[in-house]
Nanobody
């Protein structure tokens, strides 16, 4: 079991910025990829961004150019810098991780991001 502590969410106006943090602890062995997901009300959870242990990143088309994912391998911590936020970015944001050849692990509580004027 992995424990995730996501933080940094809140209420922000359109065009604003937030920085999410994720601290992972527990049964963690050889993390390969860490990722941020989000789930808006009434919608399925979607993948927002991933980062490999080597630092390679991938983003959903909807956030490219606005969000930046980063990680500190030594601390099992990951971040998501979100700029130029839009109302459609409103969701609960979750972090997760997986080892090489494995699936995503259990979920944490997430952190709420609300973009509204």
């Amino acid at each position: 079991q992995v424990q995730f502590v996501e933080s940094g969410g809140g209420l922000v106006q359109p065009g604003g910025s937030l920085r999410l943090s994720c601290a992972a602890s527990g049964s963690i062995f050889r993390i390969d990829v860490m990722g941020w997901f989000r789930q808006a009300p009434g919608k399925q959870r979607e993948l927002v961004a991933t980062i490999s242990s080597a630092g390679s990143t991938n983003y959903a088309d909807s956030v490219k150019g606005r969000f930046t994912i980063s990680r500190d391998n030594a601390k099992n911590t990951m971040y998501l810098q979100m700029n130029s936020l839009k109302p459609e970015d409103t969701a609960v944001y979750y972090c997760n991780l997986r080892g090489a050849g494995t699936s995503w692990t259990n979920w944490g509580q997430g952190t709420q991001v609300t973009v509204s004027s």
